[in-house]
Antibody
Framework: QVQLVQSGDEVKGPGASVTISCKASGYTFVNYGITWVRQAPGQGLQWMGR????????NYAQNFQGRITMTTHTSTTTVYMNLRSLRSDDRAVYYC?????????????????WGQGTRVTVSS | QSVLTQPPSVSAAPGQTVTIPCSGS????????VFWYRHLPGTAPKLLIY???KRPSGIPDRFSGSKSGASATLGISGLQTEDEADYYCGSWDTSLSVGVFGGGTRLTVL
């Protein structure tokens, strides 16, 4: 069965960086992109960006440009999301999600399987 | 500030039907598909509706989706107490190639 298992919760200081992993199993890894979404306390879901494990192509939300990097390791079927220069408002639960391309379209996806979430706390 | 607009909350009694609206623009819902997710805080979101009105396997037909222009609606009939959750609409901004979500609607089953 399809599973996305994320790394554990993190506590970081302001200005630090965090890397969250998302290990995929149960499907052909390179055939599906991975999107990252976060939810800050009391807020809605926020799309952060996506990566294609097939070719490593990424697309990041404007809000995170310059602070975020997504990478994939095909041999371990794992996707990584690194967020730098952490601020207090980066405190959130971060999710990875598998993308399904909408039939007959290019670049439009929905998310059918999600990781369990990784809580990131930013505190001095 | 979410790109798509949803009411913060809706409520209805068990057995009734509730609708949750989602409003966007010509660059997202108006030119693209809508998806709906259900989220219980502390758990992984779950896909309810894709491509405006299709249900994944395992989602009961009590859940329905529709789209008209730059707006969409999630319908839930035969409400059950376990339907209490946050519901999010999602789409894509085709000009920027980025995903967008609504702010979420908390459903309370009275």
């Amino acid at each position: 069965q399809v599973q996305l298992v994320q790394s554990g919760d993190e506590v970081k200081g302001p200005g630090a960086s965090v890397t969250i992993s998302c290990k995929a199993s149960g499907y052909t890894f390179v055939n599906y992109g991975i999107t990252w979404v976060r939810q800050a306390p009391g807020q809605g879901l926020q799309w952060m960006g996506r990566i294609s494990p097939f070719n490593g192509n990424t697309n990041y939300a404007q809000n995170f440009q310059g602070r975020i990097t997504m990478t994939t390791h095909t041999s371990t079927t794992t996707v990584y999301m690194n967020l730098r220069s952490l601020r207090s408002d980066d405190r959130a639960v971060y999710y990875c999600a598998r993308e399904i391309a909408v039939t007959g379209t290019v670049g439009i996806y929905f998310f059918d399987y999600w990781g369990q979430g990784t809580r990131v706390t930013v505190s001095s | 500030q979410s790109v798509l607009t949803q009411p913060p909350s809706v409520s209805a009694a068990p057995g009734q039907t509730v609708t949750i609206p989602c409003s966007g623009s010509s660059s997202n819902i108006g030119s693209d598909y809508v998806f709906w997710y259900r989220h219980l805080p502390g758990t992984a979101p779950k896909l309810l509706i894709y491509e405006n009105n299709k249900r994944p396997s395992g989602i009961p037909d009590r859940f329905s989706g529709s789209k008209s222009g730059a707006s969409a609606t999630l319908g839930i009939s035969g409400l059950q107490t376990e339907d209490e959750a946050d519901y999010y609409c999602g789409s894509w901004d085709t000009s920027l190639s980025v995903g967008v979500f609504g702010g979420g609607t908390r459903l309370t089953v009275l």
